[in-house]
């Protein structure tokens, strides 16, 4: 049995566009800068939020979800990480009770209080009323605490503080500061790797917060599970090659662990800059990022053939996956178009029929899916060498 109590905190939000992104950031960085160890955790499928954090907090930062990855391993992995950390953050997605299950589910599950950020620029008394509501819609979930982000004056941080009902503390006011801002792009931060200040960003967003009163640990919760059981080796002596750089980057670090864990070999490549693969048993061509964008001088390398597929086998990439697919540039390349009947067009959000739907989707697909959004290469289209690749459809997360 893993067991140990630890200071730990669910920071999440009224809604998106809070900035619970930056302050997690913010936070783990601070307290990094202490001298503690900080693990982070992102509720849901995001994996661009996770890859800030890990730059952030130093540490490897894994997804938790109570459906995509079980509650066993949601215990598990907090518990696990808390044997020898300084203190635990997860952060939400979207809105506390938002989603099924939300980051309120998962904090519940795992017996962490929710910390909301409250954008409260616009705002006075109105805070009280807002943290009262995320306070007592679910009597299962404690509120204690809250921060108020994007603070005009020292006195609108008083008036905050004041709305506040009994059983609930202002942790902080964050002051309106260019540090505590990020880039960002369709439905999220543009990639670690994009920011070459990013270490700077966030040394200055720490001291934001350090000003701002946020320098002390939550309260410690303890948090236990069973130990799992080591995975089968099944891929003993295995060789795998992966596809990894700016383009290829949706890939989860859970998959990465339980590859090895059953004993494959892994090995990574560039399509961007690799004019070939490693010697593999097996090719991993995973999600693309969400917003493709041309690189310098980063056309896949020998654009027009692909060497970094099999020959003949470059017809097979003929559409656009989002957000775990390929979202592939041909450098002028032209390719048939797809077809219009292809069933993912028809599908409806999280895997239901839309509207109109035939009866051609298999009776075996699964109930509970996050939708594929594809765009056909239509006859005489060529994918340019300038300019952004097509947007495969937009999602509501």
Known sequence: MLKATIPAAMITAPGSGQGKSMVTAALARLHRNAGRKVRVFKHGPDYLDPMVLEVASGQP?????PWMTGEDECRWRLAEAARDADLILVEGSMGLFDGDPSSG???????IPALP???????????????????????????????????????????????????????????????????DRHLGLVQAGELADLEQRLDDAARVLAEAGLDGLPDPVTLEAPAPQPPPRLL????????????????????????????????????????AVPAADALWLPGATRSCTPHP?????????????????????????????????AGGQRWPGASDDRPAARA????????????????????????????PLHPGHALATAGPCPQAGRHGG
């Not at 930062?61 to 979800?65: E, G, K, M, S």
């Not at 589910?105 to 017996?111: E, Q, R, S, T």
């Open 117 to 183: 950020v409250i954008n409260a620029s616009g705002m006075a008394q109105t805070f009280g009323a807002v943290a009262l509501g995320l306070a007592s819609f679910d009597p299962d979930l404690p509120v204690y605490q809250v921060i108020a982000n994007q603070i005009g004056s020292p006195y609108h941080g008083e008036l905050l503080q004041q709305s506040l009902p009994d059983g609930i503390r202002l942790l902080g006011a964050i002051p309106r500061n260019e540090a505590m801002s990020i880039p």
């Open 348 to 375: 409806g959000r999280h895997g239901r029929p839309a509207a109109g739907a035939g009866a051609a989707e298999p009776a075996h697909a699964p109930g509970r899916t996050a939708r594929p959004h594809l765009s």
């Open 61 to 65: 930062v894994y997804q938790l979800h």
């Open 236 to 275: 003993e002596g295995v060789r795998i090659a992966i596809a990894r750089d700016a383009a290829f980057s949706f890939i989860y670090r859970a998959n990465l662990d339980l590859l090895a864990a059953m004993g494959a070999e892994l090995s990574y490549f560039s399509p961007l800059t690799d004019s």
């Open 105 to 111: 589910d998962l904090a519940k599950l795992a017996g």
């Open 297 to 329: 001088g980063g056309q896949y390398a020998d654009a027009g053939r692909h060497p970094f597929l099999p020959p003949g086998r470059q017809a097979d990439a003929r559409r656009v996956r989002w957000p775990d697919g390929l979202c592939h540039r």
